[in-house]
C-alpha cells in the first residue's frame, strides 16, 4: 500500500503531505518498509521456481 492514498486519523489530511507528527511517522515507515520490505530477492525466485514446476506439473497432467 502506498501512503499516497492514506488519509491520517489524527488530522483527516493526506499522510502523503505530512501536516502532524502521527502523519510524519506514518510517512516514514513506509518509506522504510516499501511495499515489498519485508520479501527478500530469494524468497521471490523462490516462489517463481516453485510457480514453473507447478505449471510444469499441471501441463503434463492435462
Given at each position: 500500500?502506498?501512503?499516497?492514498?492514506?488519509?491520517?486519523?489524527?488530522?483527516?489530511?493526506?499522510v502523503?503531505?505530512?501536516?502532524?507528527?502521527?502523519?510524519?511517522a506514518?510517512?516514514?515507515?513506509?518509506?522504510?518498509?516499501?511495499?515489498?520490505?519485508?520479501?527478500?530477492?530469494?524468497?521471490?525466485?523462490?516462489?517463481?521456481?516453485?510457480?514453473?514446476?507447478?505449471?510444469?506439473?499441471?501441463h503434463?497432467?492435462?
Amino acid at each position: 500500500m502506498t501512503y499516497d492514498r492514506l488519509v491520517c486519523a489524527n488530522c483527516a489530511a493526506p499522510v502523503s503531505e505530512g501536516r502532524c507528527p502521527v502523519c510524519r511517522a506514518s510517512r516514514e515507515r513506509l518509506q522504510e518498509n516499501g511495499s515489498f520490505g519485508q520479501v527478500t530477492p530469494a524468497a521471490i525466485v523462490a516462489l517463481l521456481v516453485a510457480l514453473v514446476a507447478l505449471a510444469m506439473l499441471l501441463h503434463q497432467a492435462a
